[in-house]
């Protein structure tokens, strides 16, 4: 199989905007992180918060499309018992790593550090499950479930003559619409915010979508079709949507504080908020592969070790950014220039030292 160097970027790209967007919540946007900086400022938190909610509408939907891409070839290639085990391996392990030691011993320097000792803190906070620490890596956890649940679809149908299923104007906008409902149907039970398993379920109606998005995406090699005619119009939908969200926020009373009818529930505000998602993340999910497939097609030592690194980068960056996060605070700088600094520190320190991570014997089988 030929390597498509684009969609080996383009994770890279994707994992550097993970470890942006948690360093922009540690300086005042919207959501959950193990630290947050004291010194913020309302317009850096408006900001942030705006960068991190166009973020969050598309780039881990698009890693899922990823993923969901390069599954059908591995399962034809090994197998039903050999995908799964190499699954497990690759992604049950580092989850496992994460829960059991990086997690809890971030969180330990945090919050316990000064009430218990390290050995009193996993004996009575990790072993008796009162503190399960997830992170970053639900959406490995996630990716566990979705192998499974492809294994036993394959497992249980056979694969049948396929016709030429095309790309149209009229089924995007379908799909954007209907994941859109489901997302504010699901968040009437799951707001955002809410978590099940490290899982923030309202967010998973597109997950699902674009993994699955993904699979046919291979099947009907979608990604070597897909045109400038296509992303040329929803190119301009994102753009729109994006430029609307301070008017559907302000409509909707953010400015009062009232925002958290945007996270779910039987409200205007949740379901404008659910529909605005799928009309950002489609236009820039295929403009970015076709500007990556046309232009940054092509390999180079950094983008090599980059891409090597990025799995490995986007487990261990928590507490680096952390670290770095706490040296900041030292300094009295405007909470946008830490952003900046913690941002791009951040991710030359997460990428080197997974470089050097995956040259460990074996540790290359698992990353």
């Not at 504080?257 to 529930?265: A, K």
């Not at 592969?289 to 070790?305: A, E, G, P, Y």
């Amino acid at each position: 199989m030929k390597r498509l160097y684009y969609i080996d970027n383009i994770r890279v790209i994707l994992t550097i905007l993970v470890i942006v967007h948690h360093t922009a919540i540690a300086y005042g946007a919207a959501g959950g992180w193990y630290y947050v900086d004291s010194n913020t400022n309302d317009i850096t938190s408006t900001v942030l918060t705006l960068f991190t909610a166009v973020n969050q509408a598309y780039f881990m939907g698009f890693f899922f499309l990823i993923s969901g891409y390069f599954t059908p070839a591995s399962y034809d290639k090994k197998g039903v018992a050999a995908f799964l085990k190499d699954r497990l391996i690759r992604l049950g392990i580092p989850l496992l790593l994460y829960i059991s030691f990086i997690g809890p011993t971030l969180i330990y320097f945090l919050q316990y550090k000064e009430k218990l000792s390290y050995i009193d803190f996993y004996i009575h906070k990790i072993f008796n499950l009162e503190i399960i620490n997830w992170g970053p890596m639900w959406f490995v956890e996630t990716l566990i479930y979705f192998a499974i649940f492809y294994a036993i679809y394959r497992k249980i149908t056979r694969e049948q003559a396929e016709n030429k299923v095309c790309l149209s104007h009229k089924y995007i906008l379908l799909s954007a619409v209907w994941i859109g409902l489901a997302a504010f149907f699901v968040r009437m039970f799951f707001p955002v915010g809410t978590n099940i398993l490290g899982m923030q379920l309202g967010y998973f109606p597109s997950y699902i979508f674009l993994f699955i998005i993904g699979i046919m995406a291979k099947r009907y090699n979608w990604l070597d079709s897909l045109s400038k005619q296509h992303t040329r119009l929803w190119f301009k939908v994102s753009v729109t949507s994006i430029i609307l969200l301070p008017v559907v926020l302000i409509a909707g009373g953010a400015l009062e504080g009232n925002t958290n009818v945007f996270m779910g529930g039987m409200s205007f505000q949740s379901l404008a908020y659910a529909l605005w998602e799928p009309f950002v993340a489609f236009g820039i999910i295929m403009t970015v592969i076709i500007f990556f497939r046309n232009h940054v097609n092509k390999n180079s030592t950094v983008l090599q070790m980059m891409s090597d690194s990025a799995y490995t980068a986007f487990i261990v960056h928590p507490p680096i950014v952390v670290f770095i996060s706490i040296i900041m605070s030292k300094f009295h700088i405007a909470p946008f220039v830490k952003f900046l600094a913690v941002s791009i520190a951040g991710t030359i320190i997460c990428f080197l030292i997974s470089s050097f991570i995956i040259k460990i014997p074996y540790i290359r089988k698992v990353l």
